[in-house]
């Protein structure tokens, strides 16, 4: 089914739900914006790095969980039978990477995009690997709990796909990185979009980690060899 087709499910909370849902994503999106901020301007593979970002990754769960029940969503194929979403959306996370790919190779020809690049990727280059990519699933399933699960459920249905991207790439600009920005933007739209499409996080889940994988694995060495090339 397309993206655009949403499932025939819906999760009926009351206002006092609601309203407490509101209160804890308004707290917790505070705090977790200024912890986001402040991981990305520590030093590439310090202690201090993984220390941030793990109360980053925990600040989004806890609060995602805390605000009220949230749901794993499901996917209506053509015959009309509901299952829960998971090669759908790893093939959509794998695609976002090819698309993300084919960008980076034009970004890092224009020196502003070049630099906040890589900066980003200093931190996928230092300190150990299996540290890296945890820290970067832990960071994703964060998010999906909390943008896409407690933050869209406190949002009104007809503009909760844009507001909760506008919060998302609000959160993310905390890090003053324009090449975070740019690909919270795109990918907070899609993750999104798969979340009113399947009524649920498991899909946008397994997009962001899919996705978040291939991109902490897969593109520093690209821009090595790009900068080696130029030295």
Not at 140 to 163: I, K, N, Q, S, T
């Amino acid at each position: 089914m397309s993206i655009r087709h949403v499932v025939p499910i819906e999760h009926r909370e009351s206002a006092a739900v609601i309203r407490r849902r509101r209160r804890v994503v308004a707290g917790v999106s505070l705090l977790g914006t200024g912890l986001l901020g402040t991981s990305l301007s520590t030093k590439p593979g310090s202690t201090q790095f993984y220390w941030l970002t793990a109360a980053v990754a925990a600040t989004w769960t806890a609060g995602g969980l805390l605000s009220g029940p949230l749901h794993l969503g499901w996917i209506q194929s053509r015959d009309q039978r509901l299952r829960r979403p998971i090669i759908t959306p790893v093939a959509t996370g794998v695609g976002a990477f090819g698309f993300f790919y084919g960008c980076a190779l034009v970004a890092r020809r224009i020196p502003v995009l070049d630099r906040a690049v890589g900066t980003v990727l200093a931190f996928a280059e230092e300190g150990s690997t299996p540290v890296i990519v945890a820290t970067t699933l832990a960071n994703g399933l964060g998010e999906e709990v909390f943008f896409r699960g407690a933050l869209y459920a406190a949002l009104d249905a007809d503009r909760a796909v844009v507001v909760s991207t506008a919060v998302y790439a609000v959160a993310t600009a905390s890090t003053r990185n324009p090449a975070l920005v740019l690909a919270a933007g795109v990918m907070g739209t899609l993750f999104s979009l798969q979340r009113r499409a399947s009524g649920g996080l498991q899909a946008p889940a397994l997009t962001h980690l899919t996705w978040s994988t291939l991109m902490v694995r897969c593109l520093p060495p690209l821009f090595r060899r790009a900068h080696r090339d130029r030295s």
